[in-house]
């Protein structure tokens, strides 16, 4: 039986190695996406061979059992389908933006949870080896097939707003995921989710995930606040430019820019080393207040930005009040923390350098009126 399940032990193995890497390495997946399309891939390989053994020993394995380890050998691979799914809205540029596309995701999980309550799952005597078949694991293998349809669709809408090197990727992976869960669900006795879903997770890993782009990023943030730094700000704002500077709805960016007043100040009297915890406290309370932002960057000694994208501004203002109420609660080397703040939002195809400066000059008048109300508490 061990040999039979050689190819899912070797995909086991290849799976650890890559999850223990982004464990060990804490790589920045942005919204962990990658992350759980590891740990499902893991989990359904695991139960395909789990499973594969159960099978084959209905005599000693009861019928309850059996039942739960297919169901969670079928939910994991739906997740996996499904993570893929918000893989591609991700990659795409519209994982936070699309909200409703990533709620309608769950659509197929839902329904395979409700089939499980009322659909059997039966067990074939197939050449040389047992499976699952029966109406519950039709309903599994039509909601792959399902999903892979619409990744199919999702790649034909979203495709020219992936990188190149994205798409030459992505498509042929996805492609040949739909035709291996095709060719399973026509030939159950196949046994090839497991290695397919692995071998998505491979190729990802080495041309989009791959170690050498993870160490390339090291350079984008900030060691102290753990922030992105400003060569990561200016990669951003570029990248932005260049997806919807051109897209027939005109789409709106917004610029919240900070600055920490007194840093010099702190550096001078108290040593660096309170400066530091200056900045970190500073970087706290911009990561804990400014929560709708799609980035937070530390692109001076003393200065953040903040950018959003399809921006509300009430809900910005709002989080720019969080800001100042965190800062009236914190003190360093027994002086407040005080953040000066600016914001300014605009469509994208206007000047990003224009928006910029604007949320730039309201930034500086407020730390102009922060100066001014403190001079005149001094003198009172």
């Not at 040389?128 to 029966?134: L, V």
């Not at 519950?136 to 199919?152: D, E, Q, R, S, T």
């Not at 200016?234 to 051109?246: F, V």
């Not at 923390?337 to 600016?342: D, E, S, T, V, Y």
């Amino acid at each position: 039986m061990l040999l039979m399940l050689r190819e899912e032990l070797i995909c086991l193995l290849i799976l650890i190695f890559i999850l223990g890497y982004y464990v060990m390495n804490k790589v920045n997946d942005k919204n962990n996406v990658f992350l759980r399309l590891l740990c499902y891939a893991l989990t359904h390989v695991l139960f395909d061979m789990i499973t594969f053994i159960t099978v084959n020993s209905r005599d000693v394995v009861p019928s309850a059992l059996n039942w739960l380890l297919h169901n969670l050998f079928f939910v994991s691979g739906i997740l996996f389908i499904y993570e893929s799914y918000n893989y591609i809205l991700e990659q795409a540029g519209v994982y936070i933006q699309k909200r409703n596309l990533r709620y309608v995701g769950y659509l197929p999980l839902l329904i395979y949870a409700v089939c499980t309550l009322f659909l059997p799952i039966e067990y074939v005597e197939g050449n040389g080896t047992s499976y699952s078949f029966g109406p519950l694991v039709f309903v599994a293998y039509g909601l792959f097939i399902l999903y892979g349809l619409i990744n199919i669709v999702l790649l034909f809408l979203y495709h020219h707003r992936m990188e190149p090197r994205v798409r030459r990727v992505l498509i042929p992976m996805i492609l040949l995921l739909f035709a291996e869960i095709l060719a399973q669900a026509l030939i159950p006795e196949l046994l090839m989710t497991g290695a397919a879903i692995t071998f998505v997770c491979i190729g990802i890993f080495v041309t989009l995930d791959h170690p050498d782009r993870h160490f390339r990023q090291q350079a984008l943030w900030d060691f102290l606040t753990h922030l992105k730094n400003r060569n990561s700000y200016g990669k951003d704002l570029e990248q932005y430019k260049c997806k919807y500077a051109n897209a027939k709805k005109e789409y709106r960016i917004g610029f919240v820019m900070a600055d920490i007043n007194g840093l010099k100040y702190v550096n001078d009297n108290f040593g660096h080393m309170e400066g530091d915890k200056l900045i970190v406290a500073a970087s706290d309370v911009l990561k804990a207040s400014l929560k709708s932002a799609e980035g937070i960057y530390r692109i001076g000694g003393d200065e953040f930005a903040a950018i959003y994208f399809l921006p509300e501004d009430e809900k910005v203002l709002h989080e720019m009040e969080q800001v100042k109420k965190m800062c009236s609660e914190i003190e360093i080397a027994g002086l407040p923390l005080g953040i000066a703040l600016g914001y300014s939002a605009g469509r994208i195809v206007d000047t990003v350098q224009e928006i910029c400066e604007k949320a730039d000059q309201k930034m500086y008048e407020d730390k102009a009126r922060m100066k001014g109300r403190r001079i005149g508490e001094r003198r009172s």
